[in-house]
């Protein structure tokens, strides 16, 4: 049935695209209202994102954006959704770490495909995860840490299977081979306070969640997970700059950037690359991430793809290191 | 602290401030009357509008949609067995049979009452006890949290209705429900038979209104004369002695659902329950719950309302969101360029002052636009039954898909609302089974969460509030069915004496 | 003769219980062997019992089952209480069936159609077949609150609560 419809309307398109010529209509662009799907429920990290670049991104397209959310299965059910949307550049997806990273390498039968389903328009920003211990923790550095979690067992929290706190956790395990045991809660709401009252012992908890706690000093950051130190905790470490072999070159971040379904004109790509490039530099936007201690990214549809390559094979790694999987 | 708190008055009474209250409580009762549209979606469909509002005008419109919303849901749980918000599900158990006997207004009323005094009681443990409370959010860890869920479980024997086994199996079956989808510690499937759309469990809200609403939809087109149900509803006024008998049970809830609030991830609708079970269990004719007992809206309405100033404690105190809405409350702040937590009573104490002014009033606003809200929503109970039900039906799908956007929702909802008739029919009470469903996760997430964090049995037994849930869910065990066994034994003597005679 | 009829709703009462109650322990015990095992995916290595996936499962089933029979020897020996049971074919519609069954198609419309016709035209549809179905007669009633307030509810969701409801072959115009 929806086959047959999407069959009609792809036909009906390609009538179109010959009568009118592909410029025609990515010059009329946008027309009407544009969706952006996010696959989260409304409220969550995602959801107030897609909601802030769908505020600031309808000043710079002077058309209606609204967020539609399609949450369900850990998100895999909105991507598959917008996979399947009618490639026309008035529905968008907010891709993030789970989507286009973590779910390809969990799930094992996803519904979409992360590459060929999706034409990527632009990165836009990024969150480093932080390893955290309660502030009454006698660990003082990440290698501290791990000479106690290779002697006696520890436990870590996170915000559910297949988060990105959740894989950070099993890298560090899987590589460091120490003895920690997964703690999953529901979301990171819930899994701050065990860590606060000291019911876990350690959390690679995304920045935004824990970054308060951070600054009144209940929870002590011991290392960020990504490449660079984080401008909002610079005196940080990372933890591939400690002196241990087994965690050089770890990279574990959450990341955020639009998509669109795959065969969306390139000259609508193009508009909404340039209309976001306006978006990521606004005073807004610019707040925004600095509030979540997050790094604004942006860059071309080009170097996205690149990204989520190099994003599904890095966390694929992790996957098979760790053995995680949903059936 | 005085020139705090005074500068924190001239910050909070504008125009706008006032203007964002108001129209946030409204907005919230409305939605929050519709099924389907919850307290949390209208929050988040307001969120965009504070971008531009500054701090305390947008805090204060969301925390307004909020409260407007926890209170509307009791609207339509009154008037047509389909509770607007979840929290409002244990308003049906009361308030539905007193809408059929032509007090809807009487119920509305009631609810709305307690709705304002709970909010208002919860606001004054906000302003005052926040510090204080606040570390119960995190003396509750996993063990902890598990006997709380017991001590919530034993509430079933209250709301079993005719048959206390047939309701412990509903109960049973709810918590079985619950299990449904990705296993949250290995994610693994259960349940879920490869289905995409199962595999984050049945939807809450789909199964909530199939469950209640829909029988009652079946039930009118079944039956030979449709039962003479709910009748004008503005004759009905609760007279100052059913409000007194009730207070009691408004002030109870009200802080049961204080506690319950300050406990993150608990949630409203299991201390709409809790209260309820309470009211019930000490009152002097338990016979009348269900049934249309006024004080059974009172104490659960009590109950939720509770909730709604008390999650903003560990939110304000600890920066903790302990539910999805304080969950976008908390991004809004932080779009605001502040940081809900112990750092924003230093640096920012007078927005605090400002925003605590505006909850206080939002008690106030929220009685003045639920009494209007309930004129206009309550001539709903003079459309004729036969008109009336088809837009119901309507509510229930729309409803239903507007949670996930998916038609699959709408046959969950269609499912359970089958299972509803069905158990409608042979005398199985739905509440135990609402209650199941909705503890379940809870109860099964702490129990494996203490075991993962502990080798050690002795977790379960590790500090005195494990001890003290203990003592209560074994003392309302024992309490609870020894008055269900005396009230069956009582009843079959009347039977026999009415045999023989 | 009251008597009399109180001892066959007794009986009736009784034997449904029973009914009732041989018909959950039946379905706990299927549930036990064959739906759990098939359903649920344990992994190998599980460190505690109560971490098992199944756990939680077999111990509501067997919970299920156990109270079904204690539920089945209540109403085998105590003596019934007649009189809350009403019957339960008291009351119905002289044609209940036939309209038991219209309202299952038309909840089924509601189920399977939008996608194809979109929420608007459904609800229409249904709306008015119910209206009728309840006995309205009214032309003005029947069209009037049959089309009014679907629409009005449509627009709502849609733009107000921004709600995606299917819009169906009308999709360009909606």
Same mark, same amino acid.
């Given at each position: 049935?929806?086959?047959?419809?999407?069959?009609?309307?792809?036909?009906?398109?390609?009538?179109s695209?010959?009568?009118?010529?592909?410029?025609?209509?990515?010059?009329?662009?946008?027309?009407?209202?544009?969706t952006?799907?996010?696959?989260?429920?409304?409220?969550?990290?995602?959801?107030?994102?897609?909601r802030?670049v769908?505020?600031?991104?309808?000043? !710079?397209?002077?058309?209606?954006?609204?967020?539609?959310?399609?949450p369900?299965?850990?998100?895999?059910?909105?991507?598959?959704?917008?996979?399947?949307?009618?490639?026309?550049?008035?529905?968008?997806?907010?891709?993030?770490?789970?989507?286009?990273?973590?779910?390809?390498?969990?799930y094992?039968?996803?519904?979409?495909?992360?590459?060929?389903?999706?034409?990527?328009i632009?990165?836009?920003?990024?969150?480093p995860?932080?390893?955290?211990?309660?502030?009454?923790?006698?660990?003082?550095?990440?290698?501290? $840490?791990?000479?106690?979690?290779?002697? %006696?067992g520890?436990t870590?929290?996170?915000?559910g299977?297949?988060s990105?706190?959740?894989?950070?956790?099993?890298?560090f395990?899987?590589?460091?081979?120490?003895?920690?045991?997964?703690?999953?809660?529901?979301?990171?709401?819930?899994?701050?306070?065990a860590l606060?009252?000291?019911?876990?012992d350690?959390?690679?908890?995304?920045?935004p969640s824990?970054?308060?706690?951070?600054?009144?000093?209940?929870?002590?950051a011991?290392?960020?997970?990504t490449? %660079?130190?984080?401008?909002?905790?610079?005196?940080?470490?990372?933890?591939?700059?400690?002196?241990i072999p087994?965690?050089?070159?770890? !990279?574990?971040r959450?990341? $955020?950037?639009?998509?669109?379904p795959?065969?969306?004109?390139?000259?609508?790509?193009?508009?909404?690359?340039?209309a976001?490039?306006?978006?990521?530099?606004?005073?807004? $936007?610019?707040? $925004?991430?600095?509030?979540?201690?997050?790094?604004?990214?942006?860059?071309?549809?080009?170097?996205?793809?690149?990204?989520?390559?190099? %994003?599904?094979?890095?966390?694929?790694?992790?996957?098979?290191?760790?053995g995680?999987?949903?059936e | 602290?005085?020139?705090?708190?005074?500068t924190?008055?001239?910050l909070?009474?504008? =125009?706008?401030n006032?203007?964002?209250?108001?129209?946030?409580?409204?907005?919230?009762?409305?939605?929050?009357?519709?099924?389907? =549209?919850?307290?949390?979606?209208?929050?988040?469909?307001?969120?965009?509008?504070?971008?531009?509002?500054?701090p305390v005008t947008?805090?204060?419109?969301?925390?307004?949609?909020?409260?407007?919303?926890?209170?509307?849901?009791?609207i339509?749980?009154?008037?047509?067995r389909?509770p @607007?918000?979840?929290?409002?599900?244990c308003?049906?158990?009361?308030?539905?049979?007193?809408?059929?006997?032509?007090?809807?207004?009487?119920?509305?009323?009631?609810?709305?009452y307690?709705?304002?005094i709970?909010?208002? =009681?919860?606001?004054?443990?906000?302003?005052?006890?926040?510090?204080?409370?606040?570390?119960?959010?995190?003396?509750?860890?996993?063990p902890? *949290?598990?006997?709380?869920?017991?001590?919530? =479980?034993t509430?079933?024997?209250?709301?079993?209705?005719?048959?206390?086994?047939?309701?412990?199996?509903s109960?049973?079956?709810?918590?079985?429900?619950?299990?449904?989808?990705?296993d949250?510690?290995?994610?693994?499937?259960r349940?879920?038979?490869?289905?995409?759309n199962?595999?984050?469990?049945?939807? *809450?809200?789909?199964?909530l209104?199939g469950?209640?609403?829909?029988?009652e939809?079946?039930d009118?087109?079944?039956?030979?004369?449709?039962?003479?149900?709910?009748k004008?509803?503005?004759?009905?006024?609760?007279?100052l002695?059913?409000?007194?008998?009730?207070l009691?049970?408004?002030?109870?809830?009200?802080?049961?659902?204080?506690i319950?609030?300050?406990?993150?991830?608990?949630?409203a609708?299991?201390?709409? /329950?809790?209260?309820?079970?309470?009211?019930?269990?000490?009152?002097?004719?338990?016979?009348?719950?269900?049934?249309g007992n006024?004080?059974?809206?009172?104490?659960?309405?009590a109950?939720n309302?509770?909730?709604?100033?008390?999650?903003?404690?560990?939110?304000?105190?600890?920066?903790?969101?302990?539910d999805?809405?304080?969950?976008?409350?908390?991004?809004?702040?932080?779009?605001?360029g502040?940081?809900p937590?112990?750092?924003?009573?230093?640096?920012?104490?007078?927005?605090?002052?400002?925003?605590?002014i @505006?909850?206080?009033?939002?008690?106030?606003?929220?009685?003045?636009? @639920?009494?209007?809200?309930?004129?206009?929503?309550?001539?709903?109970?003079?459309?004729?039954?036969?008109?009336?039900?088809?837009?119901?039906?309507?509510?229930?799908?729309?409803?239903s898909?507007?949670?996930q956007?998916q038609? /699959?929702?709408?046959?969950?909802?269609l499912?359970?609302?089958?299972?509803?008739?069905?158990?409608m029919k042979?005398?199985?009470?739905?509440?135990?089974?609402?209650?199941?469903?909705?503890l379940?996760?809870?109860?099964?997430?702490?129990?494996?969460r203490?075991?993962l964090?502990?080798?050690?049995?002795?977790?379960? /037994?590790?500090?005195?509030?494990c001890?003290?849930?203990?003592?209560i869910?074994?003392?309302s065990? *024992?309490?609870?069915?020894?008055?269900?066994?005396?009230?069956?034994?009582?009843?079959r003597?009347a039977?026999?004496?009415?045999?023989?005679? | 003769?009251?008597?009399n009829?109180?001892?066959?709703?007794?009986?009736?009462?009784?034997?449904?219980?029973? &009914?009732f109650?041989?018909?959950?322990?039946?379905a706990?015990?299927?549930?036990?062997?064959?739906?759990?095992?098939?359903?649920?995916?344990?992994?190998?290595? &599980?460190?505690?019992?109560?971490?098992?996936?199944?756990?939680?499962?077999?111990?509501?089933t067997?919970?299920?089952?156990?109270?079904? +029979?204690?539920?089945?020897?209540?109403?085998?020996f105590?003596?019934?209480?007649?009189?809350?049971?009403?019957d339960?074919m008291?009351?119905?519609?002289?044609?209940?069936?036939?309209?038991?069954?219209?309202?299952?198609?038309? +909840?089924?419309?509601y +189920?399977?159609?939008?996608?194809? #016709?979109?929420? #608007?035209?459904?609800?229409v549809?249904?709306?008015?077949?119910?209206?009728?179905?309840?006995?309205?007669?009214?032309?003005v009633? #029947?069209l009037? &609150?049959?089309?009014?307030v679907?629409?009005?509810?449509?627009?709502?969701?849609?733009?107000?609560?921004?709600?995606? #409801?299917?819009?169906?072959?009308?999709?360009?115009w909606?």
């Amino acid at each position: 049935m929806t086959l047959s419809r999407r069959t009609i309307i792809a036909a009906a398109g390609a009538v179109s695209m010959l009568a009118l010529g592909t410029s025609a209509m990515a010059q009329d662009y946008p027309s009407k209202r544009i969706t952006i799907i996010v696959p989260y429920s409304a409220g969550g990290a995602t959801d107030i994102l897609a909601r802030q670049v769908a505020d600031s991104l309808s000043q !710079a397209l002077d058309e209606t954006v609204t967020v539609e959310n399609r949450p369900g299965a850990g998100a895999t059910l909105g991507t598959t959704q917008a996979a399947k949307a009618r490639p026309d550049g008035y529905t968008l997806f907010m891709g993030q770490v789970s989507s286009h990273g973590i779910a390809p390498a969990v799930y094992k039968n996803l519904q979409y495909d992360p590459v060929a389903d999706f034409a990527p328009i632009k990165l836009l920003m990024s969150i480093p995860n932080v390893m955290v211990v309660n502030k009454d923790s006698p660990y003082q550095s990440a290698a501290e $840490f791990l000479a106690a979690a290779q002697s %006696e067992g520890k436990t870590f929290g996170s915000s559910g299977v297949g988060s990105s706190i959740h894989l950070s956790g099993e890298m560090f395990k899987a590589r460091t081979k120490a003895d920690m045991t997964h703690v999953p809660f529901r979301g990171s709401g819930e899994a701050v306070p065990a860590l606060l009252a000291g019911d876990v012992d350690v959390m690679f908890d995304n920045l935004p969640s824990a970054m308060p706690h951070i600054q009144s000093g209940a929870l002590r950051a011991l290392a960020v997970t990504t490449p %660079e130190r984080s401008d909002k905790l610079a005196d940080v470490p990372t933890l591939d700059e400690l002196d241990i072999p087994e965690l050089d070159g770890f !990279a574990a971040r959450s990341w $955020f950037g639009l998509l669109a379904p795959a065969g969306t004109d390139e000259a609508i790509v193009a508009t909404l690359s340039d209309a976001l490039d306006q978006v990521i530099v606004s005073d807004g $936007f610019v707040k $925004f991430a600095d509030t979540r201690g997050a790094q604004i990214e942006g860059g071309s549809p080009e170097a996205f793809s690149d990204f989520i390559a190099s %994003e599904l094979s890095s966390w694929k790694t992790v996957v098979d290191e760790a053995g995680v999987t949903v059936e | 602290m005085l020139e705090n708190i005074a500068t924190g008055f001239e910050l909070f009474f504008t =125009l706008g401030n006032l203007m964002a209250i108001t129209a946030g409580v409204c907005l919230g009762v409305v939605v929050g009357a519709i099924p389907g =549209l919850t307290a949390t979606m209208a929050v988040a469909l307001a969120l965009p509008f504070t971008f531009n509002l500054d701090p305390v005008t947008g805090i204060l419109l969301l925390v307004g949609v909020y409260k407007g919303g926890v209170f509307g849901g009791s609207i339509t749980a009154i008037l047509i067995r389909a509770p @607007g918000t979840p929290a409002a599900a244990c308003t049906i158990l009361d308030g539905y049979p007193l809408a059929q006997k032509g007090q809807a207004g009487k119920a509305l009323n009631m609810a709305l009452y307690a709705s304002c005094i709970a909010d208002f =009681l919860s606001n004054l443990s906000l302003i005052f006890f926040a510090s204080l409370i606040a570390g119960l959010a995190l003396a509750f860890g996993p063990p902890e *949290y598990f006997w709380l869920i017991c001590f919530s =479980l034993t509430v079933v024997i209250s709301i079993s209705g005719s048959s206390l086994t047939k309701g412990l199996i509903s109960g049973l079956l709810g918590l079985l429900t619950s299990t449904i989808g990705l296993d949250l510690v290995y994610g693994t499937q259960r349940f879920t038979f490869d289905n995409f759309n199962l595999m984050g469990g049945v939807s *809450y809200i789909p199964l909530l209104i199939g469950l209640f609403a829909l029988p009652e939809v079946i039930d009118f087109y079944v039956r030979k004369v449709a039962p003479v149900t709910v009748k004008t509803a503005d004759k009905s006024r609760v007279t100052l002695e059913e409000f007194k008998r009730s207070l009691v049970s408004i002030i109870r809830g009200s802080f049961i659902g204080v506690i319950i609030g300050t406990i993150p991830g608990a949630g409203a609708t299991a201390a709409a /329950f809790l209260s309820y079970g309470e009211a019930r269990r000490t009152s002097k004719s338990p016979e009348t719950f269900g049934k249309g007992n006024i004080e059974g809206v009172a104490a659960s309405e009590a109950g939720n309302n509770g909730v709604a100033g008390a999650t903003l404690i560990p939110l304000l105190a600890l920066g903790i969101p302990g539910d999805v809405v304080t969950a976008v409350i908390l991004g809004a702040f932080m779009l605001q360029g502040l940081t809900p937590g112990p750092l924003m009573f230093q640096d920012n104490i007078t927005i605090i002052y400002a925003i605590f002014i @505006g909850i206080m009033l939002s008690s106030v606003v929220l009685l003045g636009s @639920g009494k209007l809200a309930i004129r206009y929503f309550a001539k709903i109970a003079d459309i004729p039954r036969h008109i009336l039900l088809p837009v119901v039906l309507m509510f229930c799908v729309f409803g239903s898909y507007a949670v996930q956007s998916q038609m /699959f929702d709408v046959g969950v909802m269609l499912a359970f609302g089958a299972l509803g008739y069905v158990m409608m029919k042979i005398h199985m009470a739905a509440a135990p089974f609402l209650m199941g469903f909705i503890l379940g996760p809870l109860f099964e997430d702490n129990l494996r969460r203490s075991f993962l964090i502990s080798e050690d049995i002795t977790i379960f /037994f590790r500090s005195p509030i494990c001890w003290i849930f203990i003592a209560i869910t074994v003392l309302s065990l *024992y309490v609870g069915v020894r008055r269900e066994l005396r009230a069956t034994r009582a009843k079959r003597d009347a039977i026999r004496a009415g045999g023989a005679r | 003769m009251s008597g009399n009829t109180t001892r066959t709703d007794a009986h009736r009462g009784r034997r449904r219980e029973i &009914v009732f109650a041989a018909l959950t322990l039946a379905a706990s015990v299927l549930f036990a062997l064959i739906v759990i095992p098939t359903g649920v995916t344990t992994p190998s290595s &599980v460190k505690h019992l109560p971490l098992s996936p199944a756990f939680l499962p077999y111990l509501l089933t067997i919970a299920i089952g156990l109270f079904a +029979l204690i539920h089945m020897l209540e109403a085998i020996f105590a003596p019934h209480i007649p009189g809350e049971d009403e019957d339960m074919m008291s009351g119905v519609h002289p044609r209940w069936k036939s309209r038991l069954l219209m309202l299952c198609a038309l +909840l089924l419309v509601y +189920l399977l159609v939008p996608d194809r #016709l979109g929420m #608007l035209l459904t609800s229409v549809l249904v709306t008015v077949a119910l209206l009728a179905i309840g006995g309205e007669r009214r032309p003005v009633i #029947l069209l009037g &609150v049959g089309i009014t307030v679907p629409l009005l509810v449509y627009l709502f969701f849609a733009h107000v609560a921004q709600v995606p #409801l299917p819009t169906g072959i009308f999709e360009d115009w909606m």
